[in-house]
């Protein structure tokens, strides 16, 4: 989502399934708002054993050139949508089609701020705003940006645990109600232990992307023993862009990032 708060440790994660299961592993069901339980042991993500290479992308990449970015190697993208209660990016009415003529597999991000609305309605507005979901093996679910209050009104956006939970489970379930798909969640370790508490309630349904700015992923956040996706710089130069994307990680093989795009 562009330049994060410089001090801040930041971790994003994807939950990936073994090879002989779907990657999204989403069950049925919904996430219900369970309290955090007060010590959960935290998981150190794995080495890769095979790996795509993405970005994440909006109106801070600049001018881009999709099929330059894709002849580049690039082979999926996150790309901004929404933010918040009403905010649409500018690029994104551009950005998210040019990718998929150029070949890319992507999704579209939404930048959560629990402070000016409901979950439910904020996860209504990304779906309704280039968020929603289809099996045409190129779209992937969107993902929901989690991380420290960059503004006014608290780290945790005046919430507390319990209400920080609370608000992701109304997000999460309104998308899978509006698109039959669980959405990633994109965080940091340091958000999640700090915001919900160390809940454990979220990594069954939905992959996770984890935020690290590191040569490795790190501690993973309660919940999720690997992780889908890793943000592993705010600023990867990039051919076909004028601006500078973050460098995005996708733990599995190519075959298997085409298996969570279709929900197979």
Not at 195 to 220: E, K, Q, V
């Amino acid at each position: 989502m562009g330049r994060r708060i410089a001090l801040l440790l930041i971790v994003v994660g994807v939950l990936v399934a073994p090879a002989s299961s779907a990657v999204s592993s989403e069950l049925s069901g919904e996430v219900t708002a369970a309290v955090p339980a007060a010590a959960v042991p935290l998981a150190a993500a794995a080495p890769l054993a095979a790996s795509v290479g993405g970005v994440e992308a909006g109106a801070f990449a600049g001018t881009v050139t999709w099929t330059t970015v894709h002849n580049a190697g690039v082979q999926y993208a996150y790309i901004k949508a929404t933010e918040g209660a009403s905010t649409k990016d500018t690029s994104f009415g551009s950005n998210y089609p040019n990718a998929y003529y150029a070949g890319l597999i992507r999704g579209a991000l939404h930048v959560a701020r629990p402070n000016q609305s409901s979950g439910t309605a904020q996860a209504d507005f990304l779906a309704g705003n280039g968020g929603a979901w289809s099996a045409d093996g190129q779209t992937l679910p969107a993902a929901v940006d989690l991380e420290p209050n960059p503004i006014s009104g608290g780290y945790c956006y005046g919430l507390g645990t319990s209400a920080m939970v609370s608000w992701i489970t109304a997000f999460v379930n309104e998308y899978h109600a509006r698109t039959t798909r669980w959405p990633v969640i994109q965080t940091t370790t340091s958000f999640w232990k700090l915001c919900t508490g160390n809940s454990t309630a979220f990594g069954g349904r939905s992959p996770l992307a984890i935020i690290h700015w590191d040569t490795a992923a790190g501690t993973l956040p309660a919940g999720w023993s690997v992780y889908t996706f890793w943000l592993s710089t705010d600023c990867q130069p990039t051919a076909g862009m004028t601006g500078c994307p973050e460098a995005s990680v996708f733990n599995g093989a190519q075959s298997r990032l085409v298996a969570l795009a279709n929900n197979t």
